[in-house]
C-alpha cells in the first residue's frame, strides 16, 4: 500500500490526507500566499476546505503561529477571500451532477 502523506488542520487539528487540505505558504521573500499546487517553496500551514476551520485559522493568530510571521490585516482579508473561492471551487468539483456536495 502506498503512504499517503498525513497534515494536521490549522483551524480544526484534525489530520488529514495533504491532497484534502488547502496549503497557505510564506515564500522565502516573506510574501503570504494561497498555494493551490502545493508545490511552493516556504513554510506551509494546512487548512480544511470547510469556512469554519478558515475562520478559526485567520482568527486567533492560529495562521501567524504556523507560518512564523506576522498577516497584516489586509493580507489576511485577500487570502479570505482566496481560500474562499478555492474551497468553493473544490466543494463543486467533488459534487457528482444531481448530487449536493457534501460538506
Not at 487539528?13 to 491532497?19: E, W
Not at 497557505?24 to 469556512?51: F, K, M, N, Q, W
Not at 501567524?64 to 481560500?83: G, M, S
Amino acid at each position: 500500500m502506498k503512504h499517503v502523506p498525513q497534515r494536521t488542520c490549522i483551524g480544526c487539528h484534525s489530520v488529514r490526507p495533504k491532497r484534502e487540505l488547502v496549503r497557505v505558504v510564506r515564500t522565502p521573500e516573506g510574501e503570504v500566499l494561497v498555494d493551490a499546487s502545493g508545490r511552493r517553496a516556504g513554510r506551509g500551514a494546512y487548512i480544511c476546505p470547510d469556512p469554519a476551520c478558515l475562520e478559526r485559522a485567520l482568527s486567533g493568530n492560529r495562521l501567524e503561529r504556523a507560518l512564523e510571521c506576522a498577516v497584516p490585516r489586509d493580507i489576511a482579508a485577500a487570502l479570505d477571500k482566496e481560500l474562499r473561492e478555492l474551497i468553493s471551487l473544490r466543494l463543486r468539483s467533488e459534487a457528482s451532477p444531481g448530487r449536493p456536495a457534501q460538506v
